[in-house]
């Protein structure tokens, strides 16, 4: 029989505890699920920190009409375009043709200048960002150019004293979401490129609001500069080898995902050694992340644009497209003309799609035919008759200029007389023309509709906006973030600049807070909040500094008002939250009796709370519940068993259903009961400990916690916590039931549980929970399987366990804990090939079970418990290999 091993995730503790306005559910720094609770703060003062005028742009557009509104925003897109540009502005001007719109204007005008001040300080002013002189490292000396997204300066990068370009996205142009996005991708896009015609960075940043790339000073015009002035090498050879090595250097982005989408003459840059670099990657698609573009988008020049990216079918985008729009290049490049000569756009792209692009030799009959025919299958309509990659395209153009034989061939006799009957079809389908002409009549109504509607739509979004400025004024000062962002499935990075600036913004209003003693309760509740972003951001270390120095603002303010009874709860929620970072730091003994502080002040506050005309009582015992909760998790982690399962019972003994959650029939898609979800997550941590004890009493809680996942999961069906937690739920289930001896039901769990988490899997990527519950799921399904008589599926099983645990390993080599569990589990899997007659595999197996054991032995420094497992690992090979 192989030995069972228990699911790896520990009890789970609650999350850092928060006073705020709604219930969410989030994930813990290391990737465990938990779920979050929060309680109402009924002081209304301080959301936003004092000496922060408050304004709300939004009531600008009171008792404006919906035309008004639409000019109103008209005018501040001027604002704002000019303010980036670098120009001063008078709103008394900008208004003086509609004086109704001067006081509105003014209004949203300050609320960006408020934004901006709560940004980079209250000391700056909005003009000041316009042209800066210094970003961190690089002195800017000159504008010398303007893209898409955002303007080019020549700088000098002081620390080495080199030349290079700047290319920095104006503060006000973050507040369009995807233009930073573009912006930030643009950087990313191009650093993670490596080829010698691509323009690299060599530094990305930030700095009071500006986002900023540095790259090198190519010295020299763009290619359309040189078509325009008509200064273009006229060497065919050279501009075919040159547009040949932008054919390898798109191919190197394709091979890391990576697709221009915008392509053409002034994105290609000539440096004085006529060396023909790419650059701005501002509009570019990563094949696995193609969020920037929604179907339907229409992104690029529209004269260098394939028939699939001018449609707007985002979805057919990909390296052919980047083909075409270099093809087109070239072409524009050998004959100074681009390819539509001359037809406005939306009939360029009605051309593009009707007939092939018309032949390079007509004019200039010199250039070889073979160019030709490699130009039109690059620029063929249909996307699968051009070559499948760059560097197929790069090679042929190499061979047109070696006078070697091309892959491309030129349209056959059949080929053209099916281009010729799709030009005259009128003798054919006579009868189906009038259908076509109601057709398109019929669209051309729904064009119409369309375009109401997305006008619309339009002026929708552009008031929105400005009744939106407040919320992003209000969610810069950092004004419940933590809850803003629980939602998002991985800690992106984007995640964490958000935070840190938020935390950034909080540090100075404690610097001035520390100084006025009126400030204390604010000041207390900043410096929690700091820790809880800390914790969000794991950062356990600086989370406990952040809650010690918010314990020691909270105890004053108790000492000198015993009666404030909301106090006290804040106080006792952050003496929790500050346990939880130093357990999550290993210091077990001072943050058990950092929990056992919380516990007996929560219960004083409830004694005190006797009314309870505010709910404070009922809110009380629920955080006391987390607290048991929490160190019950801690107990159970020293392997303290019987005291652990005395702190879970006292914590489901302590959850208060709300009233409201009593009476409702259905939770609230994304805010399910939060006294249910508290008493489900208690009884997992339960059962967890009871698994070995008393298995049967561990299947009542874990029966009862799955049946409360299962329900909310179908209520909330888009909530992957939820569908995570319900997962867990079941795999723990699984494990009572194999310890109860009821194989078959176990394996029906742990196969559900698995089948759930494989589906969950993409969604956590960025951690190794899902990983670890997939192992032990994986490993306790060869364990039923084994019992049952079913041995070869039992070592598929484990294998599959073994398989995930290695990965784990490699990604955490230095991690003895998870280098053990990769060598129990070869154990088991040796054992089970033993079993089956897989003797040599078994060999095998177990030797690099014993080879891994002896890295646990050295990690750990020759512990107790890794030399006597290694001895029963070494065991184990002994009486396999003497078979």
Known sequence: ????????????????????????????????????????????????????????????????????????????????????????????????????????LQRCVDGLKHLQQCLVGTDSHLSDLAAPSHLDDFRLIRPIGRGGMGIVYEALQESLNRVVAVKLLPWTSTLDEKRLRRFQNEAEAAGQLQHPNIVPVYAVGC????????????????????????????????????????????????????????????????????????????????ATNPSLTQTGDIVGTAKYMSPEQACGMTALVDGRSDIFSLAATLYEMLTGEDIHQGISPTSRWTATDAKPIDSVRRRRPELPRDLDTVLQKAMSVQRDQRYDTAGDFADDLRRVVA???????????????????????????????????????????????????????????????????????????????????????????????????????????????????????????????????????????????DFRHACDTYTALVRQDPADLRTRLQW???????????????????????FTDAIENQQSLIESAVADTDGLQRTARRHQARTWNNLGCLLARQNRITEARRAFQMAIDGVVDDPESLTASTP?????????????SIRCNLGRVLLETDPALAHTHLAAATSHYADQSKANPGDRNLAYQHAVALGMLGSACSRAER??????????????????????????????????????????????????????????????QTELAKRSPDDPATQHELARLLVNLGLIQAKIGQTRAARTTLTRAVDTQNDVVRLTGSSEDSQADLVRFRRSLQEVASR
């Not at 589906?759 to 956590?764: E, G, N, S, V």
Request: glycine share 6%; proline share 5%; hydrophobic share 35%.
């Open 403 to 545: 006078g070697q034989p091309t892959n491309a061939r030129p349209p056959s006799v059949g080929d053209k007389m099916i281009r010729v009957a799709s030009r005259h079809r009128r003798a054919f389908v006579g009868s189906i023309a009038a259908a076509c002409l109601i057709f398109i009549a019929m669209a051309a109504g729904i064009a119409i509709i369309t375009t109401q509607k997305q006008i619309a739509e339009d002026h929708r979004r552009r008031s929105n906006r400005f009744e939106n400025l407040s919320r992003i004024a209000v969610d810069s000062l950092g004004t419940q973030m933590a809850d803003m962002l629980a939602d998002v499935p991985e800690a992106s990075g984007a995640r964490r600049r958000l935070l840190d600036q938020t935390i950034n913004y909080y540090r100075r209003f404690v610097a001035e807070a520390q100084r006025d003693s009126l400030r204390q309760s604010d000041l207390a509740e900043t410096q929690a909040k700091i820790g809880r972003f800390q914790m969000e951001l794991g950062r356990p270390e600086l989370a406990a500094e």
């Open 668 to 680: 609230k898609s994304g805010s399910p009961s939060t006294a249910a979800d508290l008493r489900a």
């Open 1 to 104: 029989m192989i030995e069972s091993i228990p699911p790896k995730s520990s009890p789970r503790s609650s999350s850092s505890q928060s006073l705020g306005d709604e219930p969410t559910r989030s994930r813990s720094p290391n990737g465990e699920s938990v779920a979050a609770q929060s309680i109402d703060s009924s002081r209304p003062e301080s959301r936003i920190p004092p000496g922060s005028a408050s304004v709300h742009p939004g009531d600008a557009l009171d008792g404006l009409n919906e035309d008004q509104q639409h000019r109103l925003s008209l005018l501040l897109e001027q604002y704002l375009s000019a303010i980036e540009s670098g120009k001063s502005v008078d709103t008394r001007t900008m208004a003086a043709d509609d004086p109704a719109l001067l006081a509105p």
């Open 743 to 804: 194989p078959v039901d176990a394996y029906r769990h742990f196969v559900r549980a698995r089948t759930m988490l494989q589906t969950l899997a993409p969604h956590f990527a960025d951690t190794d929970s899902d990983d670890r519950e997939l192992v032990a799921c994986w490993n306790q399904s060869g364990v039923v399987l084994q019992e049952i008589g079913r041995d070869t599926e039992a070592a598929d099983a484990v294998r599959q366990a073994v398989q995930i």
């Open 207 to 286: 700095q009071r609001g500006i986002h900023y790339y540095a790259m090198p000073l190519i010295d020299g015009p763009s290619v359309e500069e040189r078509i325009g002035d008509r200064s273009i090498n006229p060497d065919w050879r050279w501009n075919v080898s040159a547009v040949a090595d932008i054919a390898d250097a798109l191919q190197s982005a394709h091979q890391c995902g990576v697709v221009h989408r915008d392509v053409k003459p002034s994105n290609l840059i000539i440096d004085s050694r006529q060396k023909l670099w790419i650059t701005d990657f501002g509009l570019a698609q990563y």
């Open 572 to 594: 006792t929620v952050c003496q929790n939250n500050l346990a939880e970072s130093l357990a999550q730091l290993g210091h077990t003994a001072q943050a058990a009796r950092c």
